[in-house]
C-alpha cells in the first residue's frame, strides 16, 4: 500500500528528476574531453588565467579569481603606438549639374532627320522638303558641299565645302557621330527629291525598339565585288532609318570605311560599311513593320483612287520639281484627313452603342458625340445669352444698341455657317435631295466657354429630287464650332522693377480733385517708396496762357505739389505747362515723348483714378515692349446720390473708394483713356501714322491713343478688366472735335456711369411718385 502510494507520487516528478540527471553526467562527461589550447589576448586576456604551458583544460576560472600570473601578464603588456597622419582635405570640386532634366538623366530625342542637298536645289527642292516636313519634325538639318552666302529662311544648313556625293556622305555620318549620337534615337536620312510622310515616319520609329541594330529601308543587292557582295544596302531615294545602337557599333571603323571602301554612290558606300563593320544588312521590314515606298515614274498616276501602294507609302521619289513636291503633299495631307474623319465617325458610333447600355441610356451620349457637353448654369445669372441674327442684321451690338448691321468677321461668321449646314444636309440626303438655300428665315448663336460656338439656324430651303420636282420646305439645323486646341502662346519675360512714370493730365475743371488724388498717390507710392513718377501735364487755353504770370490757373495745385515735396524730401513730382487751344491726348503724348528716354514706361491715367501699387505692377507685367500695350477696364463709381438712395449700397465715405458691388459701380468698357505702354512703341506707332497725317492734320484731333495702336501698330493690344483700378464719379466733358465714334462712346460712358437700371427706375419711380401726391 505504501510502495503503490510512493509510486504514485515520483510518477509525475520521474522524468524530471530523470533529465536533470543526465544533463549532469553529459556535462561532466563533455569537460574531460575538452584538450585543446585556447589563447586569449588584448582585452579578454585579463579574464582568463592560464597555466605555464599556455593550455586551459576544463572550466574558465571566474574573473574575479587572480593569481600572480595575472599580474605578470599585465606587467609584460606593451602598447602599441599608431602615428597620427593628418588627413588631405580634398579640393572643392564645383558639382555640374545638367541645365535640363533630360540631360541629367539621359532622356533621348526619338528622331534626328538629315537631307542630303546640293548647292543647285537647296534654293528649290530643299526649301519644298522644309515646308512639307519642317512643321511635322523637330530636328530637320540639311547637308551641302558648297557654301551658300545666301541661306533660305527657316531652314538649318550644314556645309561641308566639297561637292564628291561619297565625302559628304562621309562627314554628314560623320556629324550626326559627333553631334547628336547622344541625343537621338533614331536617325533618318534622304534626298531632297524625295517627298517623306513625315507622320507615318515618327509613328513608324514610335514603333521599333532602340537596342536593335537596325538598318531599315528599301534593300538593294550590291553590284559586282564578288564575296564581298553579300549583304544589301538600303537606296538612298527613299531613304532609310539607322538606329543609335548601329552607329555607335560603326562609330570605331567609319575613318577605316573612308579608307578601304571605293564607290561612287554615297548609299552603297554607306551599306558597304555597315554590312562590313557592323554586320548588318538592310531590311525592308521588321517585327512586322513595313518600311513602304512608291517610285514616281512616266506612267505612273499616285492621285489615282485606288492606289494602296501610293496611299501608304512613307516615301515617294523621284521628285522633279517643288510644285509637284507641294501637289503630293496635299494629296497625302488629304487623305490623312479622310482617314482622320473615318477614325472620329468610328469612335462616335462606338459612342453612341456604349452608351444605350448605360444607365440613362441615350442621353449619356450629348450631341455632338465627342464634344464636350453643354454648360450647365447654377443659377439664372449663369445662364448663356443668345443672339439673334439674320443674313443682314444682328441684334445684340456692342454699343448696346438693339439692332445693327452685320459686316466684319461676323457677317463670314454667319455666311460659313450657312454654307456647312448646306452640305452636311446635301450629305445626309443624296442622291434622293439636293437641297439649295432660299432665306435664312431666323438665326441665333451664343458661345460656351467649355465646349466652342453654338449655331442654331432656322433655313428657308429648296428640296429638288431626282425626278425634278421641287418643293418648298423649312428645316432647322444645329451646329457647333468646337474650339480647338488651346495652347501657351510664349511671352517675353518681364519683371516688376520697371519705373513707371505717371501722367495726369489737368484742366481748368480738374484742379478740385487733385488734393484728393495727391493723398491718395502719396499713400499707394510715396509711404511705400514705390518705383514710380508722378507729372502733371498742366493744359492752358491761349487766353489763360497770357494771363499766367498775374493769375496762374494752377497756382494752388503746384502750391500743393510744394508741400508734398517737403513732406517727403525724396520725391520730386515734375510738371510740364502746355498751351492748346483743342485738347488732344496725341498732343499731349508727342510732347511728353520727346521728354522722356525711349526705354520709359507711361501710364496714362485720370485725376479722379486711384492709383495703388497692386495695378502699378500690373501694368508693369502686362505692357511689354516691342511686344504688347495694356488698356485697363476701371471700375466706375455711381453717382453718389443714386448709388446712395438705397442704404444697402456702400456709401463713399471721406473719399473712401466702395466696395465692388453692383449697386456702387460698374467697369466701364466704353473708357479708354488709361493705358500702360512704352515710349518706343509709341514713337513706332506714331511714325507708321505719320503719312496720313501730312494729308489730314485733324486725325490728332479726332483720335485717340487706343485708336491710333488698333489702326497703326502692329503690337498686341491688351484689354482686361482691372479690379485694382478704380475711378471715383464726376462729371466727364466729352469733346466734340474726336470722331464721331468716341463721341459717342464717351456719352454713352457718361449717361452708364450714373446708376445702374434699377436704381435709376426707382429713382424716376419715386419723383413720378412725388409729383403725384
Known amino acids: 500500500m505504501r510502495f503503490s502510494m510512493l509510486v504514485s507520487f515520483l510518477r509525475p516528478i520521474g522524468p524530471v528528476v530523470i533529465g536533470i540527471s543526465l544533463g549532469f553526467t553529459l556535462s561532466l562527461l563533455s569537460v574531460s574531453w575538452v584538450d585543446e589550447?585556447?589563447?586569449?589576448?588584448?582585452?579578454?586576456?585579463?579574464?582568463?588565467?592560464?597555466?605555464?604551458?599556455?593550455?586551459?583544460?576544463?572550466?574558465?576560472?571566474?574573473?574575479?579569481?587572480?593569481?600572480?600570473?595575472?599580474?605578470?601578464?599585465?606587467?609584460?603588456?606593451?602598447?602599441?603606438?599608431?602615428?597620427?597622419?593628418?588627413?588631405?582635405?580634398?579640393?572643392?570640386?564645383?558639382?555640374?549639374?545638367?541645365?535640363?532634366?533630360?540631360?541629367?538623366?539621359?532622356?533621348?530625342?526619338?528622331?534626328f532627320v538629315g537631307v542630303m542637298t546640293s548647292k543647285a536645289t537647296l534654293n528649290t527642292l530643299a526649301v519644298a522638303v522644309n515646308h512639307t516636313i519642317g512643321h511635322h519634325l523637330d530636328h530637320v538639318l540639311f547637308f551641302t558641299g558648297t557654301h551658300q552666302r545666301k541661306v533660305p529662311h527657316g531652314m538649318a544648313v550644314v556645309t561641308h565645302g566639297d561637292e564628291r556625293p561619297v565625302w559628304n556622305m562621309y562627314q554628314t555620318v560623320r556629324y550626326m557621330m559627333e553631334h547628336a549620337l547622344e541625343g537621338y534615337d533614331w536617325f533618318y536620312l534622304v534626298q531632297d527629291d524625295t517627298y517623306t510622310q513625315a507622320d507615318r515616319v515618327k509613328a513608324l520609329v514610335e514603333h521599333l525598339s532602340i537596342e536593335r541594330r537596325l538598318y531599315m529601308g528599301v534593300p538593294q543587292e550590291f553590284i559586282g565585288g564578288g564575296e564581298r557582295a553579300e549583304g544589301?544596302?538600303?537606296?538612298?531615294?527613299?531613304?532609310?532609318?539607322?538606329?543609335?545602337?548601329?552607329?555607335?557599333?560603326?562609330?570605331?571603323?567609319?575613318?577605316?570605311?573612308?579608307?578601304?571602301?571605293?564607290?561612287?554612290?554615297?548609299?552603297?558606300?554607306?551599306?558597304?560599311?555597315?554590312?562590313?563593320?557592323?554586320?548588318?544588312?538592310?531590311?525592308?521590314?521588321?517585327?512586322?513593320?513595313?518600311?513602304?515606298?512608291?517610285?514616281?515614274?512616266?506612267?505612273?498616276?499616285?492621285?489615282?483612287?485606288?492606289?494602296?501602294?501610293?496611299?501608304?507609302?512613307?516615301?515617294?521619289?523621284?521628285?522633279?520639281?517643288?510644285?509637284?513636291?507641294?501637289?503630293?503633299?496635299?494629296?497625302?495631307?488629304?487623305?490623312?484627313?479622310?482617314?482622320?474623319y473615318n477614325e472620329i465617325a468610328k469612335l462616335q458610333e462606338e459612342i453612341k452603342n456604349v452608351s444605350v447600355v448605360a444607365f440613362d441610356g441615350n442621353r449619356t451620349s450629348q450631341w455632338p458625340v465627342g464634344i464636350t457637353p453643354p454648360f450647365d448654369p447654377k443659377s439664372r445669372f449663369e445662364v448663356l445669352r443668345w443672339e439673334y441674327f439674320t443674313e443682314e442684321h444682328i441684334f445684340s451690338c456692342a454699343d448696346g444698341a438693339p439692332k445693327c448691321e452685320l459686316r466684319g468677321v461676323d457677317r463670314v461668321d454667319v455666311a460659313d455657317v450657312i454654307s456647312v449646314a448646306l452640305d452636311r444636309l446635301n450629305d445626309k440626303y443624296k442622291p434622293v435631295l439636293r437641297l439649295t438655300k432660299q432665306q435664312l428665315i431666323n438665326g441665333y448663336r451664343r458661345f460656351d466657354p467649355t465646349r466652342g460656338m453654338e449655331y442654331t439656324l432656322?433655313?428657308?430651303?429648296?428640296?429638288?429630287?431626282?425626278?425634278?420636282?421641287?418643293?418648298?420646305l423649312a428645316k432647322r439645323v444645329h451646329l457647333v464650332r468646337p474650339l480647338s486646341h488651346i495652347e501657351i502662346i510664349p511671352m517675353p519675360y518681364v519683371t516688376e522693377a520697371t519705373r513707371v512714370h505717371v501722367i495726369v493730365p489737368l484742366t481748368l475743371q480738374d484742379r478740385g480733385h487733385v488734393d484728393r488724388f495727391l493723398e491718395g498717390f502719396a499713400a499707394g507710392a510715396f509711404e511705400t517708396s514705390e518705383n514710380a513718377v508722378l507729372t502733371f501735364l498742366f493744359i492752358y487755353d491761349p487766353l489763360e496762357a497770357q494771363q499766367v504770370s498775374q493769375n496762374d490757373i494752377f497756382a494752388g495745385v503746384k502750391a500743393q505739389i510744394a508741400i508734398y515735396e517737403r513732406k517727403y524730401p525724396a520725391v520730386k513730382i515734375p510738371w510740364i505747362s502746355v498751351k492748346t487751344e483743342t485738347p488732344s491726348q496725341l498732343k499731349f503724348m508727342d510732347i511728353i515723348s520727346k521728354k522722356h528716354p525711349v526705354d520709359t514706361l507711361f501710364f496714362l491715367a485720370e485725376v479722379n483714378t486711384n492709383v495703388n501699387t497692386e495695378f502699378l505692377n500690373r501694368c508693369r507685367m502686362n505692357s511689354i515692349n516691342n511686344w504688347q500695350v495694356f488698356f485697363p477696364v476701371h471700375f466706375q463709381d455711381f453717382h453718389p446720390a443714386v448709388a446712395n438712395q438705397d442704404q444697402r449700397a456702400p456709401a463713399q465715405a471721406n473719399g473712401t473708394p466702395s466696395d465692388l458691388a453692383r449697386e456702387a459701380g460698374r467697369f466701364d468698357g466704353g473708357a479708354f483713356d488709361e493705358a500702360c505702354f512704352y515710349n518706343a512703341d509709341y514713337m513706332a506707332t506714331r511714325a507708321r501714322m505719320s503719312a496720313d497725317v501730312q494729308e489730314n492734320e485733324e486725325l490728332l484731333e479726332s483720335l485717340d491713343v487706343y485708336d491710333v495702336f488698333v489702326k497703326y501698330s502692329v503690337l498686341h493690344v491688351f484689354r482686361a478688366l482691372e479690379p485694382a483700378l478704380r475711378q471715383r464719379h464726376r462729371e466727364q466733358p466729352c469733346n466734340p472735335r474726336l470722331s464721331e465714334d468716341i463721341y459717342h462712346r464717351c456719352l454713352q460712358s457718361s449717361l452708364e456711369g450714373l446708376g445702374s437700371r434699377s436704381q435709376l427706375a426707382m429713382l424716376l419711380f419715386e419723383q413720378e411718385h412725388g409729383n403725384s401726391t
Open 37 to 111: 589550447a585556447c589563447n586569449f589576448e588584448g582585452k579578454d586576456s585579463e579574464d582568463v588565467s592560464l597555466p605555464q604551458d599556455g593550455t586551459l583544460k576544463g572550466a574558465r576560472k571566474p574573473s574575479s579569481i587572480s593569481t600572480n600570473n595575472d599580474v605578470d601578464s599585465e606587467e609584460d603588456f606593451e602598447p602599441r603606438i599608431v602615428p597620427y597622419k593628418q588627413v588631405q582635405e580634398s579640393s572643392n570640386k564645383k558639382l555640374f549639374r545638367a541645365k535640363y532634366i533630360s540631360s541629367e538623366l539621359g532622356m533621348r530625342e526619338r528622331l
Open 458 to 472: 432656322d433655313l428657308q430651303l429648296e428640296a429638288v429630287n431626282q425626278k425634278g420636282h421641287s418643293r418648298s
Open 232 to 340: 544589301s544596302y538600303c537606296a538612298g531615294g527613299f531613304g532609310y532609318l539607322l538606329s543609335r545602337t548601329l552607329l555607335l557599333r560603326l562609330q570605331p571603323f567609319l575613318e577605316n570605311c573612308r579608307n578601304d571602301i571605293l564607290s561612287s554612290r554615297p548609299d552603297e558606300w554607306l551599306g558597304r560599311c555597315i554590312v562590313d563593320y557592323a554586320g548588318t544588312s538592310c531590311v525592308g521590314e521588321h517585327e512586322g513593320l513595313e518600311y513602304s515606298h512608291y517610285k514616281l515614274d512616266k506612267n505612273s498616276d499616285p492621285y489615282q483612287e485606288g492606289n494602296e501602294q501610293c496611299k501608304n507609302a512613307l516615301t515617294v521619289h523621284p521628285v522633279s520639281d517643288p510644285e509637284q513636291m507641294y501637289r503630293l503633299h496635299r494629296h497625302f495631307t488629304e487623305l490623312e484627313l479622310q482617314r482622320t
